[in-house]
């Protein structure tokens, strides 16, 4: 039988956002980003850090933090290609005086030009942490193809944290191999193209090539043109989707076929694929693949030469998709059915939903708890849906031929210098969704929810939330991290009291593999490793253990999912 999964996504990952760890003698250090030089702001980005080097060229420290200062504007004059790893942060804003995060924006030059895209990535790790990235140029107009970040550098560490992403055609864009990328707290908002309604991609976007793992985590997608995860069709080793909303846009969200090891959770779907989809786009694989209709959740078979060079089988895979919300608002379904050429997308195609029910071949797909349910948005975010209607139904009877669409502060509001704190709201009204993250916490990005993600950011490291006692207040089981893990996780559980312990792992049937912990411990809070050793020493397959913990007067039993 198919059982339910939860991965905790810890915050330890969180704090590494700040300072990806950097294997160099130089010890990190801080410097600030003038925004200016010599009273000229086009370019002083570029030149001051590109230009922070020795006599000989050498980087000054390779380990330096570049930080930018809030409520400045820093003005690209190229694109900075980085060989060295990047460290670019701004400091937290000040709830009682909101300030601007500082704004990386495409100068304009002599020639009328501005940069395509931002900042590319040859080599090193990666950390952009509060910053605001502008596609729109100082004199309020778009280019064409323009991109913010552009990965480079095979089997590198990126970290994006509570970012704004705003008009790019493609915020995130990677075209490297095997790199890992994550990408938390952030929101990409008015993505387009202005040549193409396929343009206005956030999240992640991937070329042809490989990738390790990519987690999205807390992160807003709204009034966007097209994908929010692309890892195109190569494998993902490891993927995290969990607790985004997702608020309108006109294609498929996700094209991910070939993913392993992911897991779709606490989402909010709202108004996705607002195109619908003709025949021939259906035929021609313009949304999905093999004449196959558009779906929120859509894989294949993994191809036989990409299954081979991994070393993976179908029996492998896991992919599970839970405990998220998905609906479409009645303006998006009129319009689809009173047009004889659309079709409208659905929830899980009918080769997707094949493979769900083949669990002899595909024993490791999981879909559960999934909500078709209307989130209840407020009047404002409801009247921007009527505007996206307004702008597709042109798109599609060819009388709209600018392909730019914005959500900003209000009439006579200027797109640049961009408003702060963002004009909308992604808070909701249905009340059964305020509780049923298989965490029990808000489906969507919880940062519309501060006082959630307190709790989640709590849940994610075993904190007691009830106070900062030194012993514990009760007994308890932490979630083991990292989970997913190879080879080595660590489990946390706390003792209010002197008690004999059983701690061990069991295999999906039910059988004891390895004895962590069987003795008499005083109270307090206890961490114990395990390898993913069988008590012979042999190493355990990849799948789905259980461990439980056992005492005199209490028990527990918690999930963990070993990988290859």
Same mark, same amino acid.
């Given at each position: 039988?198919?059982?339910?999964?939860l991965? %905790?996504?810890?915050?330890?990952?969180?704090i590494?956002?700040?300072?990806?760890f950097?294997s160099?003698?130089?010890?990190?250090?801080?410097?600030?980003?003038?925004?200016?030089?010599?009273?000229?702001?086009?370019?002083?980005?570029?030149?001051?850090?590109?230009?922070?080097?020795?006599?000989?060229?050498?980087?000054?420290?390779?380990?330096?933090? =570049?930080?930018?200062?809030?409520?400045?504007?820093?003005?690209?004059?190229?694109?900075?290609?980085?060989?060295?790893?990047?460290?670019?942060?701004?400091?937290?804003?000040?709830?009682?005086?909101?300030?601007?995060?500082p704004?990386?924006?495409?100068g304009?030059?002599?020639?009328?030009?501005?940069?395509?895209?931002?900042?590319?990535?040859?080599?090193g790790?990666?950390?952009?942490?509060?910053?605001?990235?502008?596609?729109?140029?100082?004199?309020?107009?778009?280019?064409?193809?323009?991109?913010?970040?552009?990965?480079?550098?095979?089997s590198?560490?990126?970290f994006?944290?509570?970012?704004?992403?705003?008009?790019?055609?493609?915020?995130?864009n990677?075209?490297?191999?095997r790199?890992?990328?994550?990408?938390?707290?952030?929101?990409f908002?008015?993505?387009?193209?202005?040549?193409?309604?396929?343009?206005?991609?956030?999240?992640?976007?991937?070329?042809?090539?490989?990738?390790?793992?990519?987690?999205?985590?807390?992160?807003t997608?709204?009034?966007?043109?097209?994908?929010?995860?692309?890892?195109?069709?190569?494998?993902?080793?490891?993927?995290?989707?969990?607790?985004?909303?997702?608020?309108?846009?006109?294609?498929?969200i996700?094209?991910?076929?070939?993913?392993?090891?992911?897991?779709?959770s606490?989402?909010?779907?709202?108004?996705?694929?607002?195109?619908?989809?003709?025949?021939?786009?259906?035929?021609?694989?313009?949304?999905?693949?093999?004449?196959?209709?558009?779906a929120?959740?859509?894989?294949?078979?993994?191809a036989?030469?990409?299954a081979?060079?991994?070393?993976?089988?179908?029996?492998?895979?896991?992919?599970?998709?839970?405990?998220?919300?998905?609906?479409?608002?009645?303006?998006?379904?009129?319009?689809?059915?009173?047009?004889?050429?659309?079709?409208?997308?659905?929830?899980?195609?009918?080769?997707?939903?094949?493979?769900?029910?083949?669990?002899?071949?595909?024993?490791?797909?999981?879909?559960?708890?999934?909500?078709?349910?209307?989130?209840?948005?407020?009047?404002?975010?409801?009247?921007?849906?009527?505007?996206?209607?307004?702008y597709?139904?042109?798109?599609?009877?060819?009388?709209?031929?600018?392909?730019?669409?914005?959500?900003?502060?209000?009439?006579?509001?200027?797109?640049?210098?961009?408003?702060?704190? %963002?004009?909308?709201?992604?808070?909701?009204?249905?009340?059964?969704?305020?509780?049923?993250?298989?965490?029990?916490?808000?489906?969507?990005?919880?940062?519309?929810?501060?006082?959630?993600?307190?709790?989640?950011?709590?849940?994610?490291?075993?904190?007691?939330?009830?106070?900062?006692?030194?012993?514990?207040?009760?007994?308890?089981?932490?979630?083991?991290?990292?989970?997913?893990?190879?080879?080595?996780?660590?489990?946390?559980?706390?003792?209010?009291?002197?008690?004999?312990?059983?701690?061990?792992?069991?295999?999906?049937?039910?059988?004891?593999?390895?004895?962590?912990?069987?003795?008499?411990?005083?109270?307090?809070?206890?961490?114990?490793?395990?390898?993913?050793?069988?008590?012979?020493?042999t190493?355990?397959?990849?799948?789905?253990y =259980?461990?439980r913990?056992?005492?005199?007067?209490?028990?527990?039993?918690?999930?963990?999912?070993?990988?290859?």
């Amino acid at each position: 039988m198919k059982s339910k999964y939860l991965v %905790l996504f810890m915050s330890v990952v969180l704090i590494a956002f700040m300072l990806p760890f950097q294997s160099f003698a130089q010890a990190p250090d801080t410097l600030d980003v003038p925004f200016m030089i010599d009273n000229n702001p086009l370019g002083a980005i570029n030149k001051f850090i590109l230009g922070d080097t020795t006599v000989t060229g050498e980087r000054n420290n390779i380990n330096r933090v =570049y930080r930018l200062g809030r409520g400045n504007i820093y003005m690209f004059d190229s694109r900075m290609d980085v060989y060295f790893p990047l460290n670019l942060i701004a400091e937290d804003d000040d709830p009682a005086n909101p300030t601007s995060p500082p704004v990386l924006a495409r100068g304009i030059l002599a020639d009328g030009s501005a940069p395509g895209v931002l900042v590319r990535v040859y080599k090193g790790d990666a950390t952009f942490k509060n910053l605001y990235f502008m596609s729109i140029r100082p004199d309020q107009s778009p280019a064409g193809w323009t991109t913010a970040i552009q990965l480079q550098a095979d089997s590198a560490k990126t970290f994006v944290d509570h970012c704004v992403f705003d008009g790019w055609t493609s915020s995130i864009n990677k075209n490297c191999i095997r790199p890992s990328v994550t990408v938390t707290n952030c929101v990409f908002r008015n993505g387009i193209q202005p040549t193409s309604w396929f343009g206005g991609n956030g999240g992640f976007y991937s070329n042809t090539t490989p990738t390790d793992s990519v987690i999205l985590v807390n992160n807003t997608f709204f009034n966007c043109g097209s994908y929010f995860f692309v890892p195109n069709r190569e494998i993902c080793n490891y993927v995290r989707i969990d607790h985004n909303t997702i608020f309108t846009n006109h294609v498929n969200i996700f094209y991910a076929p070939y993913v392993s090891n992911a897991f779709y959770s606490n989402n909010i779907f709202y108004g996705v694929t607002a195109m619908g989809q003709r025949q021939v786009e259906i035929d021609g694989g313009w949304f999905d693949w093999d004449g196959e209709l558009s779906a929120i959740f859509s894989i294949d078979t993994i191809a036989a030469d990409v299954a081979t060079r991994e070393g993976i089988t179908e029996a492998d895979r896991i992919v599970h998709v839970e405990n998220n919300a998905y609906f479409w608002p009645q303006q998006m379904v009129d319009f689809w059915a009173n047009a004889d050429t659309l079709t409208a997308p659905q929830w899980i195609n009918a080769r997707t939903q094949a493979m769900l029910d083949d669990d002899a071949n595909y024993p490791g797909l999981l879909v559960a708890n999934n909500l078709n349910v209307d989130p209840g948005f407020n009047a404002a975010m409801m009247s921007q849906v009527d505007s996206v209607m307004k702008y597709v139904i042109k798109l599609r009877d060819g009388t709209q031929t600018d392909y730019r669409h914005y959500f900003y502060a209000g009439p006579g509001v200027p797109l640049f210098p961009p408003t702060w704190p %963002l004009p909308e709201d992604l808070t909701y009204s249905n009340t059964d969704l305020m509780t049923a993250g298989s965490d029990g916490l808000p489906l969507g990005d919880l940062n519309w929810y501060p006082d959630k993600k307190a709790q989640w950011e709590a849940l994610q490291v075993g904190v007691e939330l009830e106070g900062n006692e030194s012993l514990p207040v009760d007994f308890s089981l932490s979630q083991n991290f990292p989970n997913p893990f190879n080879p080595v996780t660590s489990i946390k559980f706390g003792l209010k009291k002197a008690e004999q312990v059983k701690l061990a792992v069991y295999n999906m049937l039910g059988q004891k593999v390895r004895t962590l912990v069987d003795k008499k411990q005083q109270a307090g809070y206890h961490t114990v490793s395990w390898n993913g050793l069988n008590d012979a020493g042999t190493k355990l397959s990849s799948g789905i253990y =259980y461990y439980r913990l056992e005492t005199d007067s209490f028990s527990a039993t918690k999930k963990m999912l070993l990988l290859k």
